[in-house]
């Protein structure tokens, strides 16, 4: 991190020339021990000019420093600069590091979620942000310099329009646009200088500060590892493109002895206290301490921050991860490992593209780190199989052709050694325009106001879209008006449109559908006993789904469904036929209401169209069934998916409070809140914490390292007796349903036959166990908070309602916060 900031070295005028401007920032890079790459002072140059810069240069050439450069000259000359990056992630890093770079009180940050500092000249922002601001005030916005990086996210099919229109809509703006795999870049070289009016530079054909070693290999994975490590080739990163896969490697590697005594004991020096406090937190500490790392989206926050540490300091041998890495993390590796060649991407496997390609392998070899970087390509598996297997039969033509070669899978996409050695020599393909044109688009245009119909036409016309989707999207831009209109969102009077409400500041921006969520309540019932959980239903349904989740409570939902056919002796044939007729699918509380009111809004709203609803159960079905965040994890079989789960919680979480006016929803509510913020807290701190450090930035360094909140589980007092009544009912409704394994999987210290024996002998005093309403109320809970121990008493509530049974715990507090979790044991289940 940079000690010396930059505002340090700005020009003491408020309008230096060019040559004041670099010589500054010069003298700034020359006093942090920064040797200039020869085309880092080209870039330099043309941005101090006045110019547009196109760089498009390899991975590890230095284009943060050229960004900085941009902004630099921007605040210079007394202006606005924009930093845009695709993910959320990525532009937090960057506002952090801005920060320390620039002062905190001359950065700030919009990504949807957070606003910091909106005023500050130098914003960070996801691209989408800026888009939408273009859109909405055209050249008017305050922004005089954009640094777009990792430009060839414009060529993303849903998402590209959010990279091309600045483009289009602020021509006064000078632009650095960056990335490793532009391709050819011409296009945009003309487009920019004749938009701008600036001359636009590119700053190109710099050579690689560490050039890479292409290799392909017919040896197992293993063997492959192993080789590299001999060789003085790791750290290595071994890409997978599913998560199961990557973490499948790693296991399998964990039985070869990659760290010695030594570095077993750096790890774990380095580890200190952090807490692994999940099921794959677990695993993933047995496999760092062997020196290999894990890293996917699926995995929670602290943990990938976690792996990337230790793979700063050099810890780790091996990291087994996804293609992410392409985007991702930015430490010092010195072989990139392809396991393979193509991927799945939604609709299809396919091979990889050149720029895919190259985003990934241009990870190998860190300047400062590696003065060689190596990218290893696997064989396909059975292809390895096969040139063993000929290698045991040697030579013999005879006993060769005898061999029984393995075929590879029905429908395997193959790859080559002439494959990876296209890719390797393949220039990244070229840039294609992904305009659209969608109802929030049109309505932000329209919130611009001037001449409505010149600005729609401009942008469609001018975009960098073929004349056959220009027509499309203009057509599109008359039907969407047309709908606008008849709701009664615009006037149209002659050649003049008028907007007829106001938006709100955050419109298309974060969480489009919460204004129907606020409607949507009119439609509940605040005096239903089910008051609570309809509004958490609502909020829910405008949130984004988390597929992979979905998928598991959808297969429950037909496993469940089959065990009951087969109870009832119905036969297979029949068993398929009535899944297929009932459409069995996850849990969509509300949905017909919801759905049928949906239509409605949109006929007042019509850019809601751009949203879908979808109803679901998650947060509800985790509250309602009294279960923890690792309980959950473990029902549905998800362990990869624990970032997955936390995202979307938290998502929930800022929608609850950011959404719904105070006191909506009742006590109930309040607690579900409060315990969802401080189970979030607990489970990894990191999301809420960002998010609530970004209106204060402070270093956050020591808590990531320890993988630790700032306060303690037991610190927030109601959330933690939340927590606390939670379990303890959860423990109620499994002893209702007689289910003894679930029991003893709470692992609060009793078996499944200990379980088992004291279910027997209640079930002989009753006949069932009351998980109503009234059964968890607080006539039926006691909890003693005395001291660091507190004791529980669950009284149960039996049919005949004699009170006579009660469950009985004892809570270690201080062992609930080191584990972040509730730690208790069962003392008793007796009359």
Not at 175 to 204: I, K, N, Q, Y
Not at 514 to 542: I, K, Q, R
Not at 549 to 560: D, P, T
Request: proline share 4%; with cysteine.
């Amino acid at each position: 991190m940079t000690v010396v900031s930059l505002i340090d070295y700005l020009p003491a005028t408020d309008r230096p020339d060019a040559d004041d401007v670099y010589t500054a920032f010069a003298s700034w890079a020359a006093d942090e021990g920064i040797d200039l790459y020869e085309h880092q002072e080209e870039a330099l140059l043309a941005i101090c000019s006045g110019a547009n810069v196109v760089v498009n240069t390899p991975t590890g050439s230095g284009k943060s420093l050229i960004a900085a450069a941009a902004h630099f000259n921007a605040l210079a000359n007394q202006r606005t600069s924009f930093y845009t990056a695709p993910i959320k992630a990525l532009v937090s890093e960057k506002f952090f590091e801005l920060c320390a770079q620039f002062g905190h009180d001359n950065v700030g940050m919009l990504t949807g979620d957070a606003s910091v500092n909106p005023d500050a000249p130098l914003i960070c922002c996801t691209a989408e942000i800026l888009a939408n601001l273009a859109l909405r005030e055209g050249a008017d916005l305050d922004c005089d310099s954009v640094v777009a990086d990792e430009f060839h996210f414009y060529a993303e099919p849903d998402r590209g329009w959010a990279w091309q229109v600045p483009l289009l809509e602020l021509r006064r703006a000078q632009f650095t646009l960056m990335s490793a795999t532009l391709g050819d870049t011409a296009f945009f070289e003309r487009d920019l200088t004749e938009r701008t009016g600036r001359e636009t530079v590119l700053v190109a054909g710099a050579t690689r500060p560490v050039p890479l070693d292409y290799e392909y290999r017919k040896t197992t994975l293993h063997e492959t590892v192993e080789n590299l490590v001999n060789h003085h080739r790791a750290p290595a990163y071994i890409v997978h493109f599913t998560q199961a896969a990557a973490l499948e490697t790693a296991q399998a590697l964990a039985s070869l002895r990659l760290v010695d005594k030594d570095a077993k004991a750096q790890i774990a020096a380095a580890l200190g206290g952090f807490r692994f406090t999940t099921k794959f937190g677990q695993t993933l500490a047995r496999l760092v301490r062997s020196g290999i790392g894990v890293h996917h989206a699926g995995m929670l926050p602290k943990y990938r921050r976690l792996v990337e540490r230790l793979a700063q300091q050099g810890l780790l041998t091996v990291i087994c991860g996804t293609d992410t890495l392409g985007v991702g993390i930015n430490v010092p590796i010195r072989t990139v490992v392809f396991t393979g060649l193509a991927k799945y991407d939604g609709r299809r496997t396919r091979r990889l593209r050149a720029r895919e390609f190259h985003q990934i392998a241009g990870r190998a070899g860190r300047a400062g780190f590696d003065t060689e970087g190596f990218v290893v390509c696997q064989a396909p598996e059975h292809v390895i199989e096969n040139t063993k297997a000929e290698a045991k039969f040697g030579l013999d033509p005879k006993k060769r052709k005898k061999m029984a070669k393995k075929k590879p899978p029905e429908g395997f996409v193959g790859w080559t050694e002439e494959t990876f050695g296209s890719l390797a020599e393949a220039e990244p393909e070229a840039l294609t325009s992904r305009m659209r044109m969608s109802h929030a688009m049109l309505v932000n245009v329209l919130a611009r106001g001037g001449n409505a119909f010149d600005h729609v036409r401009g942008l469609i016309e001018g975009s960098h879209a073929d004349r056959a989707e220009q027509l499309r999207m203009a057509r599109t831009a008359l039907r969407i008006a047309r709908t606008l209109r008849d709701a009664g969102i615009i006037v149209i009077d002659g050649s003049k449109v008028k907007l007829t409400v106001d938006l709100p500041d955050h419109f298309a921006l974060n969480q489009p559908l919460a204004p129907f969520a606020l409607a949507a309540l009119d439609l509940l019932d605040p005096d239903g006993e089910e008051y609570a959980m309809e509004v958490v239903s609502v909020v829910e349904a405008t949130l984004e789904g988390p597929g992979q989740i979905l998928a598991a409570q959808r297969n429950k939902a037909k496993g469940e469904a089959i065990e009951a056919m087969k109870a009832d002796g119905v036969d297979y044939f029949d068993r398929m036929n009535r899944l297929d007729e009932d459409q069995i699918d996850y849990p969509k509380p509300l949905a017909e209401l919801l759905e049928e009111a949906f239509e409605v809004y949109k006929t007042s709203h019509p850019w809601a169209a751009d949203y879908a609803l979808e109803p679901k159960s998650i947060l509800r079905e985790i509250w309602e069934g009294h279960m923890s965040f690792g309980e959950y994890i473990g029902v549905y079989g998800l362990p990869r998916a624990e970032g997955l789960l936390l995202r979307y919680l938290s998502s929930a979480y800022k929608a609850l409070i950011q959404t719904l006016p105070e006191g909506a929803g009742g006590p109930e509510l309040d607690d579900l809140t409060a315990w969802l913020g401080e189970t979030i807290r607990q489970t990894d701190s990191s999301l809420i914490n960002e998010w609530e450090q970004l209106t204060n930035p402070v270093d956050d360094e020591g808590e990531i390292d320890v993988g630790r909140p700032a306060r303690a589980f037991t610190d927030n007092e109601r959330a933690f007796a939340i927590a606390v009544r939670n379990l303890v009912f959860r423990h109620v409704e499994l002893a209702a349903a007689d289910r003894p394994a679930a029991l003893a999987s709470l692992e609060t210290g009793w078996t499944e036959s200990a379980w088992d024996a004291a279910l027997e002998r209640y079930f002989d005093a009753h006949d069932d166990i009351g998980t109503a309403t009234g059964a968890r109320s607080d006539e039926f809970l006691d909890i003693g908070r005395e001291g660091r121990t507190w004791r529980v008493r669950q009284t149960i509530d039996d049919p005949a309602g004699d009170r006579d049974w009660a469950m009985v715990f004892t809570v270690d507090l201080d062992a609930c916060d080191e584990a972040g979790t509730v730690v208790m044991s069962i003392e008793d289940f007796t009359d």
